[in-house]
């Protein structure tokens, strides 16, 4: 099938679904990338038998309902009815994608190819012309080139900004991965008695080149949702751990400074957990006292019984724990005590309130004194002003950080940092 009945066999889906009110239609505009080397290089017999070849691989990957196309020289499109929901309309794009980077065979020679995907969208209850969304794929397929070759881009019409965006994160959130554009910040964590550095927090940072600085509370969830955040977490791990151990030949001050690394729910439930854990230390050569691992209240409360099996596990290697955002979750204190955990945080919500009333400091107090009588030490969170500093110091808070004394550092300012062996 070529453009012209492409765009009629759209018309009739539009037809046969204008009574449904639900779901999306769906275009693909897929262009294989450096087809003219193939043609150039190896004639055009040779790109003859490629394109065929690729068409019989779209369509052994498609559903057998879908339309399927050719609608250029080297560029396909497949039309298809999918549900609101996006995720499946990017996992068909993925595995197209996947599919495509499989060498084709000739004159046996393994000749490898990649596409570059367009996606457009149109909710089925809002009209559209088939010739206009073909275009918009196309438009979008264009992006996708621009943009690096061997992706995918979105082009919606008419679609729910919301719907879009996000969709248009999850892509660029793959992508961002791929391109390794995220890089990690280590904030300082001060201990109050010495003044000195105890620790780092290692801050995730996304620096796209499309959207600029991204902060992690936007790509966090996507990244959790999307399972993204496994292999993500995995990196984050490593290059915290290669840091720490850096910075430990480095610097002799170094030597027992802690490097505190946040885990996600969903890395936090998944079963090889340990096993990733052990490998990021014995790759980098990280001694597992210097690593601390930061979980949240719901987290552990989850599946009480087996966090408390890992919990056992991670400690056993010697590795910290410490318990994030206290104060923020739903804790049941009947569990707290039997969590193996070395730390607890005390969210800032509780810090910046603590100058508006007298409430907010007995409550800061009281978690101080509930942490050290279950064997627990108090790092305070986000300390921005003296006051708060002042107050927490004399609530016998042991370990503080914020902007007040530091804010999340670059590799290099942190380097300096350590350099200097500054002190509070
Ligand atoms: P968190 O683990 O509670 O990290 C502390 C957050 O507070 C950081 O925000 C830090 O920049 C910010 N902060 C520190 N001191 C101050 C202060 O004095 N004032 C204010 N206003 N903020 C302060 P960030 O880096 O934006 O991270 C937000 C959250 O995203 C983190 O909260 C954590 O839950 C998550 N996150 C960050 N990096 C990672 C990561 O590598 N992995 C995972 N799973 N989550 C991460
Ligand atoms: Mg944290
Ligand atoms: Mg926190």
Redesign the pocket.
Known sequence: PNRTLFAKQLRELKQSSRFKSEGLIAILCLDLDRFKLINDGLGYQAGDRILIATAQRLQANIDSKAILARVGADEFAIAFKTLEDTTDVIAVAQKLERELAIPFQLREQDIFTSVSIGLALNRIDEDFQPEELLQASHTAMFKAKASGKSRHEVFATKMHEQALKRLQLEADLNQAIINQEFELYY?PIISFTTGMLSGF????RWQSPTRGFI???AF?PVAEETGL?VPM?KW?LETACRQMQEWRKEFPQAESVIMS????SR?FAQPDLVAQIKEALSTTELNPGNLKL?ITESMVMNDVKNTIVLLNQLKELNIKISL??FGTGFSSFSYLHRFPTDTLKID?SFVVNMSQGVKTREIVSTIVILAHKLGMDVIA????TESENEILQNFDCEYG????FAT?LSKLDATHLLAQNKTW
């Open positions: 904030q927090e290692a801050l995730v902060s992690p509370g966090i955040i977490g984050i690394v946040n885990l996600s890395q930061e994030d955002d800032r969170e986000g300390i921005e950080q914020g902007y007040l999340p």
